[in-house]
Antibody, heavy 122, light 113 residues
Framework: QVQLVQSGPEVKKPGSSVKVSCKASGANFKRHAISWVRQAPGQGLEWMGGIIPIFGAPNYGQKFLGRVTISTDESTSTAYMELSSLRSEDTAMYYC???????????????WGQGTLVTVSS | DIVMTQSPDSLAVSLGERATINCKSSQSLLYSSNTNNHLAWYQQKPGQPPKLLIYWASTRESGVPDRFRGSGSGTDFTLTISSVQAEDVAIYYCQHYYNTPPAFGQGTRVEIK
């Protein structure tokens, strides 16, 4: 059974950066896309971007272009999401999620991480 | 980009009654090459990540009770909970995965009357 385990909560100052990790257990890490989805307090779900580890080229949502970097480390089956130039509006729960089907960037998500709360406050 | 719109934003139903949630996409989610609708439904309870209920618009995920049913095609989809239980109190989201970027509806909160 695949599991995604994310890094712990973060508190950041405005203007700084945060890097969240998502470690996958189980087989086939390279062939399943990992997406990052965020949820501001009391709000809905917003896709930030995704990556298929075996191909390595991330795809980002328009809203986050220039501020987000998604990467993977195949040796540890870990995906990363780094968000820079943080502002208060970036305070949210950040989830990683695995696309169920292989070698496609966009799909439905059968496995989610537990979420990482990022708080941006001066 | 495809926009997903759910209705209603919230609904209150009595235990054992039916709940119906609608989801409309700004363009068809039906892929001609595989005749599948690229639409999923999720349930999210407080403090938890979303949980997959339905994919390909009508295929129930393993372990999901059969009171949850997905239907629809093209641009109009429905999630029906045939007999609402107390544990179904949650927010429900539809999501398209027809192309990039994927997108979610704004969510529908289901409460017990």
């Amino acid at each position: 059974q695949v599991q995604l385990v994310q890094s712990g909560p973060e508190v950041k100052k405005p203007g700084s950066s945060v890097k969240v990790s998502c470690k996958a257990s189980g087989a086939n890490f390279k062939r399943h896309a990992i997406s990052w989805v965020r949820q501001a307090p009391g709000q809905g779900l917003e896709w930030m971007g995704g990556i298929i580890p075996i191909f390595g080229a991330p795809n980002y949502g328009q809203k986050f272009l220039g501020r987000v970097t998604i990467s993977t480390d195949e040796s540890t089956s870990t995906a990363y999401m780094e968000l820079s130039s943080l502002r208060s509006e970036d305070t949210a729960m950040y989830y990683c999620a695995r696309v169920n089907d292989t070698v496609i960037l966009t799909g439905y998500y059968s496995t989610w991480g537990q979420g990482t709360l990022v708080t941006v406050s001066s | 980009d495809i926009v997903m719109t759910q209705s209603p934003d919230s609904l209150a139903v009595s235990l054992g009654e039916r709940a119906t949630i609608n989801c409309k996409s700004s363009q068809s989610l039906l892929y001609s090459s595989n005749t599948n609708n690229h639409l999923a439904w999720y349930q999210q309870k407080p403090g938890q990540p979303p949980k997959l209920l339905i994919y390909w618009a009508s295929t129930r995920e393993s372990g999901v009770p059969d009171r949850f049913r997905g239907s629809g095609s093209g641009t109009d989809f429905t999630l029906t909970i045939s007999s609402v239980q107390a544990e179904d109190v949650a927010i429900y989201y539809c999501q398209h995965y027809y192309n990039t970027p994927p997108a979610f509806g704004q969510g529908t909160r289901v409460e017990i009357k």
